[in-house]
């Protein structure tokens, strides 16, 4: 007998609750759905495509609704002779200039064996080898730039859309369309570059609870097995959902999270209990990538709010966080920040959501300042400040929450810091 067994007690189909799973139908976007086939009509008629816009944040539907929809039109195309349809999805993650993405789009249409470099051509002979490529697919293409934001410059978001009146393409048919977290990325595009990409826009706002009851339904039918889930776990993982920017992905993850805990506790259904078990997972995982990203003077920074939190001086004021922190980073045998680049470091963690940032206004002789306070549980934190306590010393305030390695030193609360 082996070691490993396949155990279907909870799943069916686990890899349902994925990001890349296609369902067979996408629900709690209906009207989207029906601008975005409205802007897709001109394909299948056999005109010019539209170009055309979608933004909304992380996890709202906007790349399972463009591969849903594209899928069902490449499959409705075949029935017509006339209309020849290709399909190319780029995703811009890792991506920064157009000459990149020239060059990923180049490598899209050949095959392995006649690939390019990703440097040393000038931009006006990838963009060529661009229209050559167009050219020789011929027909109709699609061109998806998903997270397009990326991009540092617009070039190619001018070039594509323009191709035909420039001259640049002579039979083949562009449509491009760009998928965008971050609405303020449209706005900071060149006018001509807004009027060519943006010819139709769709917003997808965030899903609410309902809607990811729905999703989660849905998803759940195919991944677990019958009778398996307690009546509350679905609800709770929407209400999560909704109240975390209402983010489908994040649902998701929680729901198979749970099952994964059920499963490894060799329970037969999955309860709350096991939410709220998959949750603190989960939020342990982020919050450690977010602080694992920090610079060290970021992780000192942390370090120096955490110990402020468990004296019970938070919130406090940066010039409050200063004298706390500069002893730190000499006891880590690091230059202090000047207070601006300290600042900046409070900034980037409010901005992770590691710690909590609150405006006061004292009027006109108080003025208007920030106080900053721990936004996490300290335990959370501290197993992700590892390396930085032992680099500067255990903290009076977290001597019981530690487990004090011989010879490892401790710095006390009644040192001058």
Known sequence: MGIFERDTNIYADRDALREDYQPQELVGRT??????QASLQPVINGEQPDNIFLYGKTGVGKTAATRFLLDHLSE?????EDLDLSVVMLNCDGLTSSYQVATRLVNEFRDETNQISTTGYPRATVYEMLWTELEETGGTVIIVL??????????ILYQLPRARANGNLED????????SNDFSFREELSPKVRSSLCEQEIHFPAYDANDLRDILGQRASVAFQEDVLEDDVIPLCAAYGAKDAGDARQSLDLLMSAGDIARKRESTIITTEHVEAGRNELERGRIQEGISGLTEHGHLVLYAILTLDLE?????RSRDVRPRYTRFSELANRDPLVPRRMRDHLSELAML???SVTERNEGRRGGTYREYGLDLSP?????ALDETVELVGIHDSIMDRVDVDEGQ??????DDY
Request: net charge negative.
């Open 353 to 355: 959501g590691i710690i």
């Open 172 to 179: 083949t048919k562009t449509g491009i369309i760009g998928i």
């Open 409 to 414: 030193p401790i710095r006390s609360t009644l």
């Open 31 to 36: 009207e989207e759905l029906n601008t975005y």
């Open 146 to 155: 998903d997270e397009v934001d990326h991009l540092k410059d617009d070039s």
């Open 312 to 316: 019970g001086e938070t919130p406090v």
């Open 76 to 80: 409705d195309a075949q029935q017509y």
């Open 379 to 383: 335990e959370l934190v501290l197993s």
